[in-house]
């Protein structure tokens, strides 16, 4: 095989998937059709979860550096301010929510920050390079390209965007509605006369000219403006025509927009796949799943989908997991995706604030097959679900979960001695976590959760960490060189039988 794992798109999804690829030693290669990486702001939002999960693949204070809040909008009326607009329902850092409002990085950006992090990991994006066949067997993947030489890889993934060549050389339909038939023009434009401190919104008048906001795009000199069309023909995406659409709406005289960067436009729709995986190929991204922008919630999901399936594979191809352990990125995200679509497709249409559950930070995975809970009460943290921050013992627990490696967590419980490809962090108490023992998986979420140690074995095999050999003895399935050297207690051995 030329590679362990072929990722088709070099959009978020598969950069993400690319960077957890590479951080775990698995030879990955990303494919990119075009021949360069996608030039808009399009997904500009960055969802507190999603932070998280940036922190964990070391690309955090790099998008903290280029990003910022979102602003607050000014609504204008006949060129007057007339009032101010929260896009998003505000809410306060704490201890186990570090992240709790959106960040604002221009998709491009955004996807630049991932790229140099697979290059410092040694991976590339290899340009160019247009899926036209895939064919698969028992054994692995085979691509071929409008030029350049086929690739085998063991598994492939698609993360080629909402019209993806993979997911229909697969046969896997897609199923949906189209939550607007009227386009929606978005671009990228330098303009003058507006202040960059607001997000400036101007209501449809009573002409039917329909709305327009100018978004101030941080960390550039740039404004995404958003305007939808009244009619169902395309929208002239030309500075022309930009400029005809600004005058029209706004008080601004069209040599106001001096420059369009990037356009597109779109009719906003929902829809999802109706399987998430065929033989060895998985579907990611908006390949998977495809949202309304309204939600900010694409972006995100798709992030979400990389990081979920990344260790899944590395644990599969490098730890020694059963192939088994991927039949629960469907299992898991599936329905994680089709609740987003039915966000975002309620956020457009006004019916849902962006708050809360835009936030994400509530998803989980309770109902998992991956998912135990043994305790006889449990507390309000239940396995399955995001694993929160906060100090424990004296460490602060974002900074133990940091890095490929399952982490154990033991609050105000005597921990099992740890076998090897397992961190622990404990201490006394911790108000979020109440009491007990915590197996984090390496995506952030409460894998198992027990009262003791009793059945932790059992599980760790189940999920691939430990496995049988010939005389029945469980070992390791991960060796040391792939497992982070810290660990706040030793590695040693687990006592219970599975």
């Not at 671009?187 to 607001?198: E, K, N, P, T």
């Not at 966000?343 to 249409?349: D, I, M, Y």
Request: charged share 25%.
């Amino acid at each position: 095989m030329d590679r362990d794992v072929l990722v088709v798109g070099a959009g978020p999804t598969g950069l993400a998937l690319g960077v957890d690829l590479a951080r775990r030693g698995v030879a990955a290669l990303v494919v990119e059709r075009a021949p360069a990486l996608f030039p808009g702001s399009r997904g500009k939002g960055i969802q507190p979860r999603t932070m998280e999960v940036f922190d964990d693949l070391g690309v955090l204070d790099a998008i903290r550096a280029a990003g910022s809040p979102y602003p607050v909008g000014v609504i204008w009326q006949d060129g007057r301010r007339a009032g101010e607009h929260r896009m998003f329902d505000p809410a306060e850092p704490s201890e186990d929510s570090p992240y709790t409002e959106p960040w604002m990085v221009p998709q491009w950006r955004t996807q630049q920050i991932l790229r140099a992090r697979l290059a410092e990991l040694g991976g590339t994006v290899a340009f160019g390079r247009e899926v036209v066949g895939l064919t698969q067997d028992a054994d692995g993947v085979r691509a071929e390209f409008a030029s350049g030489e086929p690739v085998t890889a063991r598994y492939a993934v698609a993360a080629d965007g909402g019209r993806s060549t993979v997911r229909r050389l697969l046969g896997i339909g897609m199923t949906g509605e189209t939550v607007d038939p009227k386009p929606t023009l978005v671009a990228d434009v330098r303009i003058s006369g507006l202040d960059r401190d607001h997000w400036h919104i101007f209501p449809p008048g009573g002409d039917g000219d329909g709305f327009l906001a100018i978004c101030p795009l941080a960390g550039t000199e740039d404004f995404q403006l958003v305007a939808r069309i009244p009619d169902l023909t395309a929208p002239d995406l030309s500075l022309e025509g930009i400029r005809k659409v600004v005058a029209a709406r706004s008080h601004l005289t069209p040599e106001a927009v001096t420059q369009v960067r990037w356009a597109s436009d779109f009719r906003p729709r929902a829809a999802l796949a109706d399987r998430f995986r065929s033989g060895r190929v998985f579907l990611a991204g908006d390949a998977a799943h495809v949202h309304s922008p309204a939600g900010g919630q694409g972006l995100n999901t798709s992030v979400q989908d990389a990081y979920n399936l990344g260790w899944k594979l590395g644990a599969v191809l490098k730890g020694g997991a059963p192939a088994s352990l991927l039949e629960t990125y469907e299992e898991e995200r599936r329905p994680i995706a089709a609740d987003m679509l039915g966000l975002s497709t309620s956020v457009h249409r006004g019916e849902t604030r962006r708050g809360e559950a835009t936030r994400q930070l509530g998803l989980g995975y309770r109902e998992s097959s991956l998912t135990e809970e043994t305790r006889t009460t449990p507390g309000a943290l239940r396995a399955g679900d995001r694993a929160p921050d906060g100090t424990l013992g004296g460490v602060r627990l974002f900074d133990a979960f940091r890095g490929p490696h399952w982490t154990l967590v033991a609050v105000g419980t005597k921990a099992p001695a740890l076998p090897e490809p397992v961190h622990g962090v404990g201490g006394a108490e911790q108000a979020t976590y109440g009491k007990g023992l915590f197996l984090v998986r390496p995506d952030g979420y409460v894998g198992w959760a027990g009262d003791t140690g009793d059945g932790l074995r059992r599980y760790m095999a189940r999920a691939g960490l430990w496995s049988r050999t010939r005389d029945g003895q469980l070992i390791s399935t991960v060796s040391p060189l792939q497992t982070p050297a810290a660990a706040v207690y030793p590695a040693r051995t687990l006592s219970d039988t599975p």
